[in-house]
């Protein structure tokens, strides 16, 4: 039987190791940036988090709850361990998607998508960005980490197509490119407030506002 698309079960122990390998903390760097804009007693869903190596710095901003959504079981295995040295944790752990009845079924203070929208392909991209839009709260914040699609440069061409090489062969990755998710969230009428570049601007960590 074939594997399924964006399956990162078999990379998930050593998923932290190869990031740090090429990128150093930069992708850490970039989902940080902006944590300190969520409110206390925030409700977050968080989609997509991969081995969860943020989570302690998420927990310091004290939410109410944290729904914690992501497919692969190895991964949210690996995002459990981050964090089991603590307890009383408000994070209800969800193997699954952006199809979850909880992500359709529910309104979030805060979205975080880190390193999300790099694995699907335009029209994959554009409904999971819809399905995340209606789980947004009215002035809720979104925030974005992730490849900048506007950087042309020789190196971030060759960076990128030996990752979606790689991950193509180890994962599946439904996408061959990077498509460019920010046309898209601008043309849902979100509000870009605050954004941030790295990694000689390869990386881009983005705030948007939804309208009330």
Known sequence: MSKQENDFNAI??????????????????????FLHLIPENATI???GGGTGKILPEILARKPQAIWYVEKSEKMLQQARKQISHLSMLPIHWIEGDENHPVVKENQFDVVLTFFLFDLFDKPTLHTLIQRL???LKSNGLWMVADFASQNKTWMARTLMKSMYTFFRIVSQVQASQLESYTEILES?????????????????????????
């Open 12 to 33: 998930a122990p050593v998923y932290d190791l190869l990031s740090t390998l090429i990128f150093g903390n930069t992708l850490l760097k970039a989902q940080k940036a």
């Open 45 to 47: 869903l968080f989609i």
């Open 133 to 135: 839009y209606a789980s």
């Open 188 to 212: 849902l009428s979100l509000h870009s407030v605050h954004s941030k570049a790295f990694y000689a601007s390869m990386i881009q960590s983005i705030v948007y506002r939804k309208p009330e």
